[in-house]
């Protein structure tokens, strides 16, 4: 088993960390979120716009630009029939 390594406020806050990498300007940076709220408030398409937006590589997204384009995964918990369709 490995041994617990713990590190000191101040080698905390000396540590010089990469700085984030923003895929959306101040808004998205890399990284797994959970977009959550009100049926029916719009949520899956939101999310599947903002995908496409980036994997394609579009410029701007709303009122934010995008930094980046790179590749994109979106994972569903509920599906309903009529969405693929949509698509």
Request: aromatic letters at 10%; a positive charge; hydrophobic letters at 40%.
């Amino acid at each position: 088993m490995e041994q617990f390594n713990s590190k000191s406020c101040e080698e905390i806050m000396t540590t010089v960390y990469k700085p984030v990498e923003f895929v959306v300007d101040g808004l998205l940076a890399q990284g797994l979120y959970i977009l959550a709220g009100a049926p029916k408030a719009g949520k899956s398409w939101l999310a599947l716009d903002m995908c496409l937006s980036i994997a394609k590589g579009e410029k701007n997204f709303r009122p934010k630009n995008f930094t980046r384009n790179c590749s994109v995964s979106v994972f569903r918990g509920q599906l309903r029939k009529n969405t693929k369709q949509a698509l």
